[in-house]
């Protein structure tokens, strides 16, 4: 008897360490996240040369377990809403209040939609994106912002902005931010200075 439950014991443990690990959970990511810092760049009319006169301003959001470390890149885990390319009027160098929709035209009051880019043979991600910083490397992932709204209030020294958005893949993204917004004057850096400090905000 002692030998046939030595032999069942093994048996049991060959088949337990045979057995594949269990499949992970699909990961459900905050739909109404708050951003708690953030800040804004002032760019200019940065496509003048396409005959687009108006002036562009970029918007990074974080949530408050993320920070920035010496060298100026992300650390810690959550999600940072990055608008580029929000199109102001030619008079306005700070953002102003109003409702700007996710559109492609380049007007006024309108945020140029995420999409996928090649410049020199690498593909970079250009336009509005949401980015997922986990703990878990393997499943942090970046997404395309591709339609939707935001909304600019401001007080005396605080400004609000309400989401109102849809990913790529039809994922509903809300969040709030309330709070200051420095803004940063970059439309006297050289054009091929500025241009890579937005991919180096994407990458980063």
Same mark, same amino acid.
């Given at each position: 008897?002692?030998?046939?439950?030595?032999?069942?014991?093994?048996?049991?443990?060959?088949?337990?360490?045979?057995?594949?690990?269990?499949?992970?959970?699909?990961?459900?990511?905050?739909?109404?996240?708050?951003?708690?810092?953030?800040?804004?760049?002032?760019?200019?009319?940065?496509?003048?040369?396409?005959?687009?006169?108006?002036?562009?301003?970029?918007?990074?959001?974080?949530?408050?377990?993320?920070?920035?470390?010496?060298?100026?890149?992300?650390?810690?885990? +959550?999600?940072?809403? *990055?608008?580029?390319?929000?199109?102001?009027? &030619?008079? /306005?160098? =700070?953002?102003?209040? $109003?409702?700007?929709?996710?559109?492609?035209?380049?007007?006024?009051?309108?945020?140029?939609?995420?999409?996928?880019?090649?410049?020199?043979?690498?593909?970079?991600?250009?336009?509005?994106?949401?980015?997922?910083?986990?703990?878990?490397?393997?499943?942090?992932?970046?997404?395309?912002?591709?339609?939707?709204?935001?909304?600019?209030?401001? +007080?005396?020294?605080? *400004?609000?902005?309400?989401?109102?958005?849809? &990913?790529? /893949?039809? =994922?509903?993204?809300? $969040?709030?931010?309330?709070?200051?917004?420095?803004?940063?004057?970059?439309?006297?850096?050289?054009?091929?200075?500025?241009?890579?400090?937005?991919?180096?905000?994407?990458?980063?």
């Amino acid at each position: 008897m002692k030998i046939i439950h030595t032999l069942i014991l093994v048996c049991i443990l060959v088949l337990v360490s045979c057995k594949g690990p269990e499949p992970s959970s699909p990961y459900v990511y905050e739909p109404n996240p708050h951003y708690a810092w953030g800040y804004a760049q002032f760019f200019g009319a940065y496509y003048n040369w396409t005959g687009n006169k108006n002036n562009v301003i970029t918007v990074s959001l974080f949530s408050e377990s993320l920070s920035t470390n010496d060298q100026g890149s992300l650390q810690g885990f +959550g999600q940072f809403l *990055y608008l580029e390319d929000v199109f102001v009027a &030619t008079k /306005d160098t =700070k953002l102003p209040v $109003g409702i700007y929709k996710i559109d492609n035209s380049g007007d006024i009051n309108t945020i140029t939609p995420g999409i996928l880019d090649t410049i020199d043979n690498e593909v970079y991600t250009l336009g509005a994106t949401i980015s997922y910083y986990e703990e878990n490397v393997s499943r942090s992932t970046l997404k395309l912002i591709s339609e939707g709204t935001i909304t600019v209030t401001r +007080g005396k020294n605080n *400004y609000t902005l309400i989401c109102d958005l849809k &990913t790529s /893949d039809k =994922k509903e993204l809300k $969040g709030s931010f309330t709070g200051e917004l420095p803004h940063s004057d970059e439309s006297l850096t050289p054009q091929i200075i500025r241009s890579k400090k937005k991919l180096d905000l994407i990458l980063q």
